[in-house]
């Protein structure tokens, strides 16, 4: 019997994320849009510690641009400002229209383990592994965190 190879179980494991999320209520929503405007600013402002000035203009701009990598540095600012509910929104928000937006999955693990929810950070973990390996920064950052938190518990294994 053969093992599946990297590839194979990537490839099944985005087809398991992506009919998840295209079962969501939300999955009728409008396209990603395809012209991203420059979030450089903003994300300086966000990475400054200027979650409040931040804010209002990330959710108007997620009025009219619809994109993982805005719906993440909201998830991101919002988890930072402690608003764990609307994190999670955000970054369910991102894995519907990239279900493997790197930066989105390690900073959903960074929620869970927040909430408490060392099993949900661990599945991102293991899906990380799938998505890019054990050497890309997501994985590492997250199984970081992880291995803080849960010291005694392997992360992903």
Same mark, same amino acid.
């Given at each position: 019997?053969?093992?599946?190879?990297?590839?194979?179980?990537?490839?099944?494991?985005?087809?398991?994320?992506?009919?998840?999320?295209?079962?969501?209520?939300? #999955? *009728?929503?409008?396209?990603?849009?395809?012209? !991203?405007? @420059?979030?450089?600013?903003?994300? %300086?402002?966000? &990475?400054? =510690? $200027?979650?409040?000035?931040?804010?209002?203009?990330?959710?108007?701009?997620?009025?009219?641009?619809?994109?993982?990598?805005?719906?993440?540095?909201?998830?991101?600012?919002?988890?930072?400002?402690?608003?764990?509910?609307? #994190? *999670?929104?955000?970054?369910?928000?991102?894995? !519907?229209? @990239?279900?493997?937006?790197?930066? %989105?999955?390690? &900073?959903? =693990? $960074?929620?869970?383990?927040?909430?408490?929810?060392?099993?949900?950070?661990?599945?991102?973990?293991?899906?990380?592994?799938?998505?890019?390996?054990?050497?890309?920064?997501?994985?590492?950052?997250?199984?970081?965190?992880?291995? *803080?938190?849960?010291?005694?518990?392997?992360?992903?294994?």
């Amino acid at each position: 019997m053969r093992c599946p190879t990297r590839r194979t179980a990537r490839a099944a494991a985005s087809a398991a994320l992506l009919a998840a999320a295209l079962s969501c209520a939300h #999955a *009728a929503g409008p396209p990603p849009s395809s012209d !991203l405007p @420059d979030l450089a600013p903003l994300r %300086a402002q966000v &990475y400054a =510690g $200027e979650y409040a000035r931040a804010w209002p203009r990330l959710t108007a701009l997620a009025r009219t641009v619809h994109h993982a990598e805005l719906y993440n540095l909201l998830g991101y600012t919002a988890r930072q400002m402690r608003r764990f509910d609307e #994190a *999670a929104h955000w970054y369910r928000e991102a894995l !519907l229209y @990239d279900p493997e937006h790197r930066g %989105a999955l390690e &900073y959903q =693990g $960074e929620l869970f383990l927040a909430l408490g929810d060392v099993a949900a950070a661990q599945r991102n973990l293991r899906y990380l592994e799938l998505l890019c390996g054990t050497g890309c920064r997501e994985y590492r950052l997250l199984r970081q965190v992880l291995d *803080a938190a849960v010291p005694s518990a392997p992360a992903a294994r």
